[in-house]
């Protein structure tokens, strides 16, 4: 099978070639044109640079015999000497370089002629001659010497020039040639390579991009498409593989749908018999699946947007659901919807949670509404009730206490000993039992929303230290410090100042009585935004970890601790208080090392809060 990899050796095996061919041809030419260019430097370059260098030598010989005639022997004997030495020197290296037919014999008869023009050249030097025969010797045998030297120097030179030009015309030639040739076979290598990328274009490009444009239209959900196969080379067998993908993704679509199907009708069925309001959202708020009890008694319509509905707490929870992955913390009448069913009104608590993928990403919230009408009627006559027998038992409790008073006072007769013991033990349980029907009816007039409050500001450190001051005679007597580490650049709070500090005489007495003597009570202040907290640190006996979140229940009390002779609502009056006030308390405590409270108070007017 003729396949990819055999067709990519071939493709680049033929461009590989092509250069290899252009390789080995252009250092072929450069060394035939080196050796043309070597054949005119070293051959016939050296033989006329010394054929030049004998004329002009020469000619200076001539010179300086004629310095001699006209009474410079010195000056014309140095000139002689000293080119005598050059033109033996220049002849020598044509000797030496003698590479054209018939030089070799010019070189010969050079050499010949210089010997005798050396032999007139002593004669005429001998002082014993005088200045008319050296003349006759120099004009009659030394000159004619001298031009036929000349002339034989020149005739090797032209010899050499010619042949330098036949070389040049030689390298030029082969310039052309080896031009001709590189040029041809660049013109094939580029026609060779331009069927390769043609043939590269119908074996791997074009069918890479018909698989790209099936893998994307595979991505937007196409999965009818089947890839076209050409060949039966490793694309052709990726474009099989790529149409059998296609055939198992169908084949599982097919599957998951009616799977997808069946999951929904019967995840529907299930919601449609779920008693409360439950509805599924996605990431932009739109509802997907809902109870029928989501459908009839909020609108909660799947395809329907929950900003296009009037609930703006949920609203608000499913934006920080978005934003954070989880809500935020509500107040209790922030999760509470009323409704008016057939005319009947019924009351619902919201609940929303966050719903995530394996890898923790978020894909949708889920909403539900459970009715609560029962509890919040039950609630409504607990509260009437305990309002009411409060009441009741407030007044005949007043008259009772009244009359051990005068008892006490022995307005009606002296008493005995025994007597007094017995109506101070009555008096100290009518006084607990007073406190605690004044906190019930407290506790019912902060739920009912009767209780008025009278919002104005003071500063955090007066706050506490007005808090303070009924209990710092008892924390002395029992061996307690009281430390306070106030900021004192706080702003400061919108508060009821009369029911604040009945939450800090909660908070205080509760830690006087859990603290034993040698210990240590703390109050704090720290800003929270727009909110101060307070903290209230003791080091007592601190609470079991299991009844944390119990212990701002009405009438709890941690069980086994025997100090405490209270009906357990103190922390519940200051939680109302406190988020009366737009606040929260919160409690953390470590068994046997001690505990702390903390609420917060705004430092902006709530009264909007009490509407």
């Known amino acids: 099978m003729f396949g990819l990899r055999h067709k990519l050796s071939l493709g680049f095996g033929g ?15 450069l060394h035939e044109l080196g050796q043309s260019i070597d054949v005119i430097l070293r051959e016939n370059y050296l033989s006329v640079v ?8 020469l000619e200076s010989m001539d010179r300086g015999v004629l310095f001699t005639f006209l009474g410079y022997r010195q000056e014309g004997m140095e000139k002689i000497r000293r080119n005598e030495v050059l033109f033996d020197e220049a002849l020598k290296k044509e000797l030496n370089n003698v590479t054209l037919p018939g030089e070799k014999e010019k070189a010969a008869k050079l050499q010949e002629l210089f010997t005798r023009y050396q032999a007139i050249l002593r004669n005429i030097e001998k002082q014993t001659l005088s200045v008319e025969d050296r003349k006759r010797l120099y004009f009659t045998g030394l000159w004619p010497l001298s031009q036929q030297i000349r002339q034989s120097a020149e005739d090797i030179l032209l010899l050499n020039q010619k042949n330098m030009n036949e070389a040049n015309d030689k390298a030029r030639k082969q310039a052309a040639s080896a031009r001709r040739q590189m040029v041809l076979l660049l013109l094939s290598g580029a026609f060779i390579a331009m069927i390769f990328i043609g043939f590269t274009g119908k074996w791997i490009l074009h069918p890479l991009r018909r698989l790209i444009r099936s893998a994307e239209a595979i991505r937007d959900g196409n999965l009818e498409l089947v890839v076209q196969v050409d060949s039966r ?67 909660l319509q799947p395809g329907v947007r929950l900003a296009d509905l009037s609930f703006k707490n949920l609203q608000t929870l499913f934006r920080q659901i978005v934003s954070h992955g989880q809500p935020g913390k509500p107040e209790d009448r922030q999760r509470f919807f009323q409704r008016f069913v057939n005319g009947d009104e019924r009351f619902f608590r919201s609940e929303m949670a966050p719903l995530a993928d394996r890898s923790g990403g978020l894909t949708g919230v889920i909403l539900m509404m459970q009715d609560v009408t029962e509890q919040q009627r ?20 007043t008259s009772v206490r009244m009359a051990i008073h005068l008892l006490l006072e022995e307005k009606v007769g002296p008493l005995t000993e025994k007597q007094v013991e017995l109506l101070l033990a009555a008096r100290e349980e009518s006084d607990l039992l007073y406190r605690i029907l004044t906190d019930l009816l407290d506790i019912s007039r902060i739920g009912s929303g009767r209780l008025q409050m009278n919002f104005r500001e003071v500063t955090p450190q007066i706050l506490v230290l007005e808090a303070l001051e009924p209990v710092r005679i008892a924390a002395r007597d029992q061996g307690i410090e009281i ?32 603290t034993a003597p040698g210990g240590r009570i703390t109050i704090s202040t720290a800003a929270e935004g727009k909110m101060v907290r307070f903290f209230v640190t003791d080091t007592g006996s601190g609470i079991p970890h299991q009844f944390l979140q119990r212990i701002f229940e009405q009438f709890f009390r941690v069980p086994d601790q025997q100090t405490d002779k209270g009906a357990g609502l103190g922390l519940a009056i200051a939680k109302e208080i406190v988020e ?32």
């Open 580 to 611: 009366a006030h737009g606040g929260n308390i919160n409690v953390e405590s470590r068994e046997g090392q001690g505990t702390t409270f903390s609420f917060t108070l705004k430092t902006e007017n709530p009264q909007s809060y009490q509407e």
């Open 378 to 397: 039950l609630h409504e006559m607990k509260r009437g009730m305990i309002s009411t027998v409060s009441h009741q038992l407030k007044t005949p409790l």
């Open 483 to 514: 430390v306070t580490e106030l900021d004192d650049a706080l702003p400061p709070v919108f508060v009821d100042p009369i029911q604040i500090s009945q939450v800090f005489s909660n908070l205080l007495n509760n830690a006087l009585r859990y």
């Open 50 to 57: 010394a054929c030049k260098q004998m004329k002009e030598t």
């Open 233 to 299: 080379d490793e694309i052709g067998r990726l474009s099989e593989a790529f149409n059998d993908m296609a055939e198992s993704l169908r084949e599982f679509r097919r599957s998951d749908h009616a799977r997808l199907i069946r999951t929904q009708r019967a995840t529907q069925e299930a919601f449609d018999r779920l008693p409360d309001a439950v509805a599924i959202l996605d990431t932009e708020g739109k509802v997907e699946i809902s109870s029928a009890a989501a459908r009839n008694l909020f609108g």
């Open 15 to 29: 461009l590989f070639l092509i250069i290899l061919i252009i390789g080995i041809q252009g250092i072929i030419r």
